[in-house]
């Protein structure tokens, strides 16, 4: 079956950084774009990047550009994500999921996140 | 920025029908998806399209459009279904944006 198993999660100070990284398994990795998510602490959802299938398109929200950079080995099935100059307000669970991108775009499946605080 | 606007939240019966409504001036040119989230697990599709179903969600669970309105409903609410439902969709230049999440309480 379809999974995505995400890590590299943790505690880090601001200003550091952190690789996280998503292992996906059961489908054809190379031909989907891809995608990271982020819920703060008992908030709602963020669309934090995406990547399409070949890598050569690549998207970031405002709130992370400069920062953050998506990338993905597709001989690896692996998606990844680097986060640089992290701040307090980065604290959050961070989802991979598989991004279905056409006539619109959406998200299904979803990996079980990880958790990356951001605190001195 | 563009925006989705969800009830915080919304109480129903075991049996009744639960309604969860979503606004965005971009929704009547973008499709509507919809996640279910249950604590301490990753977000669920359970609508894509306005109205699709993907496999394997019950037929409980269905989705409407009307103008700059998309509404989840589900009929025979369960225990189960309690949680917390995030829509989706996208603006004009095409950047996903999620609404604020409403949750579900069944009494």
């Known amino acids: 079956q379809v999974q995505l198993v995400e890590s590299g999660g943790g505690l880090v100070k601001p200003g550091g950084s952190l690789r996280l990284s998503c292992a996906a398994s059961?489908?054809?990795?190379?031909?989907?774009?891809m995608s990271w998510i982020r819920q703060a602490p008992g908030k709602g959802l963020e669309w934090v990047s995406y990547?399409?299938?070949?890598?050569?398109?690549?998207?970031?929200a405002d709130s992370v550009k400069g920062r953050f950079t998506i990338s993905r080995d597709n001989a690896k099935n692996s998606l990844y994500l680097q986060m640089n100059s992290l701040r307090a307000e980065d604290t959050a669970v961070y989802y991979c999921?598989?991004?279905?991108f056409g006539e619109g775009r959406w998200f299904d499946p979803w990996g079980q996140g990880t958790l990356v605080t951001v605190s001195s | 920025s563009y925006e989705l606007t969800q009830p915080p939240s919304v109480s129903v019966s075991p049996g009744q029908t639960a309604r969860i409504t979503c606004s965005g001036d971009a929704l009547p040119k973008q499709y509507a998806y919809w996640y279910q989230q249950k604590p301490g697990q990753a977000p669920v599709l359970v609508i894509y399209?306005?109205?699709e179903r993907p496999s394997g969600i019950p037929e409980r669970f269905s989705g409407s459009s009307s103008g700059t309105t998309v509404t989840l409903t589900i009929s025979g609410v369960q225990a189960e279904d309690e949680a917390d439902y995030y829509c989706q969709s996208a603006d004009s230049s095409g950047d996903v944006v999620f609404g604020g999440g409403t949750k579900l309480t069944v009494l």
């Open positions: 059961g489908f054809t990795f190379s031909d989907y774009y």
């Open positions: 990547i399409s299938s070949s890598g050569s398109t690549i998207y970031y």
């Open positions: 399209k306005d109205s």
């Open positions: 999921a598989r991004l279905w």
